[in-house]
T-cell receptor, first 114, second 117 residues
């Protein structure tokens, strides 16, 4: 049930682009993206919903591919501040019930160098 | 901007001792969570809490663990008899708890690093 993230690690030069994927073998209803810097808490980036539009936040955007049961996070014109580990979390809940835990992928380590 | 706070930032304890980790969720949030992250590994769900009771828990959350909302602001995680493998970063999170679970954003506190010797 754990989502699979790829790649495991990316090294970029400042200004380059990257794509991080998060896929699931089970039906996806939403994907939550977070970034975690070393020694800090995960910081929420965005939520992608099944059937929803591509979302964006500054130069970071994401999409949801229902056929592939996958969400992709796009980082364009990367900045040094983008460095960190990116996690996707899935809920698979699709309801207003009480089960709100997130199941996390193993993370993608991104290093942006000058 | 409202944020989740956690105390202490670092806790060192001897194996077998009890520890209590404290969290103050965002004030208007209804759902609270504990996650843990062993160094360099993924974040693991422990428990969620809603309406003064456990909503869901993982297999990690055994009888050694308990959660409590002792007053209107604090949310605590107690580990009764710590083991070496309990050493990890423990994150508290909270969410509004309104509407669909899929759109309910969880906001994380800065974490408590627990070291069991």
């Amino acid at each position: 049930q754990q989502p699979v993230q790829s790649p495991q690690a990316v090294i970029l030069r400042e200004g380059e682009d990257a794509v991080i994927n998060c896929s699931s073998s089970k039906a996806l209803y939403s994907v939550h993206w977070y970034r975690q810097k070393h020694g800090e808490a995960p910081v929420f980036l965005m939520i992608l919903l099944k059937g929803g539009e591509q979302k964006g936040h500054d130069k970071i955007s994401a999409s949801f591919n229902e056929k592939k049961q996958q969400s992709s996070l796009y980082l364009t014109a990367s900045q040094l501040s983008y460095s960190g580990t990116y996690f996707c979390g899935i809920s698979g809940a699709n309801n207003a019930g009480n089960n709100r835990k997130l199941i996390w992928g193993l993370g993608t380590s991104l290093a942006v160098n000058p | 901007e409202p944020e989740v706070t956690q105390t202490p930032s670092h806790q060192v304890t001897q194996m077998g001792q009890e520890v209590i980790l404290r969290c103050v969720p965002i004030s208007n949030h209804l759902y609270f969570y504990w996650y843990r992250q062993i160094l360099g590994q993924k974040v693991e769900f422990l428990v969620s809490f809603y309406n003064n009771e456990i909503s869901e828990k993982s297999e990690i959350f055994d009888d050694q663990f308990s959660v409590e909302r002792p007053d209107g602001s604090n949310f605590t995680l107690k580990i009764r008899s710590t083991k070496l493998e309990d050493s990890a970063m423990y994150f508290c999170a909270s969410s509004e708890g309104v509407g669909l679970a899929d759109t309910d954003t969880q906001y994380f506190g800065p974490g408590t690093r627990l070291t069991v010797l």
